[in-house]
T-cell receptor
């Protein structure tokens, strides 16, 4: 158990819909990262938040957005869903202090868009 | 971040040591070597990291060559539960910027009974 929790575990929805994925980082971790894993793309970095502020963006679509709240949990919002958005979405956290910054991953949310 | 090269796959007998190689010939002086693994569709699991010296923890050992251009992850007594995709990643330490992990294709380790 990494200490990172994600809800829900599974999500099935239809094209055009909007969903919210939630992540609670390990206690004390300030950085939260979101990754997407699809069959053809592998694990891809989407976005990073550090202590409530967006720190970096990767290959994140404009239909996707995220935020990190004062209690440091984070939500990833996916809208106007398409079939190709079906994937595993992982959240990771790290301490966010100077140093190696190893990341600890949650169990993921499996999104299926029908 | 430096790129890494790993074999596509490797087999290992249960109970034997599994030695997983990784080449990172363009690694910079301040970049760490990290190893993660992903069992089936679970979240990637942090295994170990190192800068220059060899490292050991309860999961594995990491041997980094003196020139730091390659490394080997050693699972001393592989079990069936070690079957997974292993990722070798090179990245700078956290300095307040973006410390995203860039995952390659990794290496599939299959531990056989």
């Amino acid at each position: 158990d990494s200490g990172v929790t994600q809800t829900p575990k599974h999500l099935i929805t239809a094209t055009g819909q909007r969903v919210t994925l939630r992540c609670s980082p390990r206690s004390g971790d300030l950085s939260v990262y979101w990754y997407q894993q699809s069959l053809d793309q592998g694990l891809q970095f989407l976005i990073q938040y550090y202590n409530g502020e967006e720190r970096a963006k990767g290959n994140i679509l404009e239909r996707f957005s995220a935020q990190q709240f004062p209690d440091l949990h984070s939500e990833l919002n996916l809208s106007s869903l398409e079939l190709g958005d079906s994937a595993l979405y992982f959240c990771a956290s790290s301490p966010g202090v100077a140093g190696p910054g190893e990341q600890f991953f949650g169990p993921g949310t499996r999104l299926t868009v029908l | 971040d430096a790129k890494t090269t790993q074999p596509t796959s490797m087999d290992c007998a249960e109970g034997r040591a599994a030695n997983l190689p990784c080449n990172h010939s363009t690694i910079s002086g301040n970049e760490y070597v990290y190893w993660y693994r992903q069992i089936h569709s679970q979240g990637p699991q942090y295994i170990i990291h190192g800068l220059k010296n060899n490292e050991t923890n309860e999961m594995a050992s990491l041997i980094i060559t003196e020139d730091r251009k390659s490394s080997t992850l050693i699972l001393p007594h592989a079990t069936l539960r070690d079957t997974a995709v292993y990722y070798c990643i090179v990245r700078a330490p956290f300095q307040g910027g973006s410390e995203k992990l860039v995952f390659g294709k990794g290496m599939k380790l299959t531990v056989n009974p």
